[in-house]
């Protein structure tokens, strides 16, 4: 059972004084007790007035509910989040999974934008990123890729034949010489780069990578072919690249990329998102160099919002234990790449399927979270549940926050969506405040 924003259980409590806490009563555990048991406000940084515009919404669930009394990774997190406030010295890896709801990149890029501009001199870097434009899909709305050549997409969803990486997708020219430009795009963060990693083809790549004007910059060049990729170091941070990718050899060779890795030595939060339209677990889990690339870039904290495409078949058909072995083999990757990674599970949106039935796997999906939360002592971010659970995303797309494929959310409702999110990664926050008794500021 999932633990609500009311108090329930008679244990002793201290007043949660927040500016912005519209519950006048609201109160939360005594610093001792155990992080399930902790109650929070409605709000801490969201406009209030959203309780009147949307009462549909149960606000009292916006929080990463935990089902057990300690939580050593995420306590470690909340520690090493400290420490990067006060000595500005730690770079942070943040990961977040899902399908069409993570490509579009609208809310976790909300949530990056936060990230990195909360706290001073903490710009961290932009991790991993994908050219969804040149392999004809929709591609994030805060980067742009561009190439005079003709490449061919891949996605791990429909075509099975590739050693897909992390990021789940790629793609392929056969040209003799290529060239993609990068740069930001509607976009208020725009950490530079000293360091550019490209994902390409393992083994053999008889291709010289030349960077244009840029190349005076370059300090090194270090190529990993049994790995897959290449570093490339410059002197100064760039905020855009211009890489050609020319062909040593007279016979046909065909380029292959799954991503750029963008760096810099800056503290802070790196937040890669990491979607693929029509994904569920059964696709990444199917990418044979997934947690080989996840180890290059090892994570510290690892958001799962995978479901939505799992558990969209006739009721009949789901089989809850399949999607909770799924998801647990996938958490298990994350904690190989990183035994002390923060895991977060969501839980995906009401959605209805095929447009007109009910879809009740995503409550059973939500069964089979709890259970692991427990084993594995990790959170969940109820989204289901605060949206009004079965069939509300028909109101939602009443109050225009969702299309009317009742699967997707319009472009103000995935804002909401990230400031929901990011309300109750702060109250993650004060929570450990509490729980560790730190005097921290943030």
């Known amino acids: ?34 992080l ?7 709000f801490r940084d969201i406009d209030t007035a959203y309780q009147s515009r949307y009462p549909f919404i149960d606000y009292s669930k916006n929080n990463f509910h935990f089902y057990t009394k300690n939580s050593k990774n995420w ?26 709801h993570i490509q579009a990149d609208i809310y976790t890029h909300d949530a990056r934008t936060q990230l990195q501009t909360r706290w001073s001199n903490l710009e961290g870097e932009r991790g991993l990123i994908f050219p969804f434009d040149l392999a004809k899909t929709n591609n994030p709305g805060n980067y742009d890729f561009k190439s005079p050549n003709s490449w061919k997409g891949h996605r791990s969803v429909t075509q099975h034949d590739r050693d897909y990486g992390v990021l789940g997708a790629s793609i392929t020219c056969s040209d003799s010489a290529s060239i ?13 780069f000293s360091k ?26 270090r190529h990993h072919p049994e790995l897959g990729y290449t570093d ?48 569920g677990l059964y696709t990444y889990l199917d990418c044979k160099n997934f947690e080989e690339q996840l180890t290059l870039y090892p994570p510290d904290f690892f958001a799962f919002s995978v479901g939505t495409n799992d558990g969209n078949v006739p009721y009949d058909d789901f089989r809850p234990e399949v999607y909770k072995s799924n998801l647990e083999k996938m958490m298990k990757i994350v904690l190989r790449a990183n035994p002390n ?5 969501t839980v995906p949106n009401d959605s209805y399927y ?23 002592e990790v959170p969940i971010w109820d989204l289901y549940g605060l949206m009004g659970e079965l069939g509300s995303s028909k109101t939602w797309m009443r109050n225009g926050l969702m299309v009317s494929d009742l699967v997707h959310f319009t472009s103000p409702g995935y804002h909401l969506k990230g400031e929901l999110y990011m309300d109750a990664f702060m109250k993650w926050m004060d929570q450990m405040k509490t729980f560790t008794n730190t005097q921290l500021n943030y």
Do not use: W
Not at 36 to 42: G, I, L, Q, R
Not at 341 to 345: D, K, T
């Open 75 to 100: 306590e470690l997190l909340y520690s090493r989040m400290a420490e990067m406030f006060k000595e500005k010295n730690q770079k942070l890896n943040f990961y977040h999974i899902g399908g069409s």
């Open 341 to 345: 990674c923060a895991i977060l599970l």
């Open 354 to 376: 095929h447009r007109r039935s009910l879809n009740r796997n995503i409550a059973r999906e939500r069964e089979m979270m709890e259970e692991l939360a427990v084993k594995y």
């Open 232 to 279: 490339v170091f410059f002197t100064d941070p760039l905020d855009t690249f211009n890489v050609q990718f020319a062909r040593t050899i007279n016979s046909p060779f065909e380029v292959e990329l799954f991503g750029f890795q963008l760096s810099n030595a800056s503290p802070g939060i790196s937040y890669t998102a990491i979607g693929v339209n029509g994904a």
């Open 36 to 42: 399930s048991n902790y109650v929070f406000p409605f």
């Open 196 to 221: 550019i990693r490209i994902l390409h083809n393992k083994g053999y790549f008889p291709i010289e990578l030349n960077f244009g004007q840029d190349e005076v910059f370059i300090i090194e060049k």
């Open 180 to 192: 993609i430009v990068f740069r930001y795009d509607r976009t208020v963060i725009k950490p530079g």
């Open 1 to 34: 059972m999932l633990f609500c924003g009311f108090l329930s259980y008679g244990q002793n409590t201290t007043q949660y004084n927040s500016p912005n806490d519209s519950t006048k009563n609201a109160k939360i555990n005594s610093p001792n007790d155990s």
